[in-house]
T-cell receptor, first 114, second 114 residues
């Protein structure tokens, strides 16, 4: 176990709706990243939060947004859901610092958009 | 930008067979390199890493050597077990002040038969 938890485990939404996914980082980790993993593919980096601010972003539109809280928990929000948003969403936490530092992943939230 | 190319799967082996999963990368400089494993229904776990050229990462019988001359980080195991059945991802980071933003390969599914 990595100490990173995510909720909910599964979620079903319809096109056009909004969704919020939650992540609780490993204790003491001040950096959190979110990834989208479509079925049968590798995870794609969405964005990273550090000190409660977005600190890096992948090739995702603005309807993907996030928050990081002082207790290092975080949220991923997706507005105007599209069918292609169906995926496993993974969060990963790490202690900010060196190039070899490890990211610890949560079990993911499976989002299905109908 | 960074990119990672993995051999496509699935790879099907008998127990105790030798495993190689190829991974090559494109990056600026000499990033750290990672192998992650995803067991069915679970998130990603770090399997091994190497932080500089010629480093060998190893864990649970798996090994990978960072080859800068061939920009490769192939994963090997001398004798696979049924319990090694999973999807394996090669990854490299883009590093900022807060940590790593990972670029993953597409994943290679390994199936080991008794």
């Amino acid at each position: 176990e990595t100490g990173v938890t995510q909720s909910p485990t599964h979620l079903i939404k319809t096109r056009g709706q909004q969704v919020t996914l939650r992540c609780s980082s490993q204790s003491g980790h001040n950096t959190v990243s979110w990834y989208q993993q479509a079925l049968g593919q590798g995870p794609q980096f969405i964005f990273q939060y550090y000190r409660e601010e977005e600190n890096g972003r992948g090739n995702f539109p603005p309807r993907f947004s996030g928050l990081q809280f002082p207790n290092y928990s975080s949220e991923l929000n997706v507005n105007a859901l599209e069918l292609d948003d169906s995926a496993l969403y993974l969060c990963a936490s790490q202690l900010s610092g060196g190039r070899g530092d490890t990211q610890y992943f949560g079990p993911g939230t499976r989002l299905t958009v109908l | 930008g960074n990119s990672v190319t993995q051999m496509e799967g699935p790879v099907t082996l008998s127990e105790e067979a030798f495993l190689t999963i190829n991974c090559t990368y494109t990056a600026t400089g000499y990033p750290s390199l990672f192998w992650y494993v995803q067991y069915p229904g679970e998130g990603l776990q770090l399997l091994l890493k190497a932080t500089k050229a010629d480093d060998k990462g190893s864990n649970k019988g798996f090994e990978a050597t960072y080859r800068k001359e061939t920009t490769s980080f192939h994963l090997e195991k001398g004798s696979v077990q049924v319990s090694d059945s999973a999807v394996y991802f090669c990854a490299l980071p883009r590093v900022n002040n807060a940590g790593n933003m990972l670029t993953f390969g597409g994943g290679t599914r390994l199936m080991v038969k008794p």
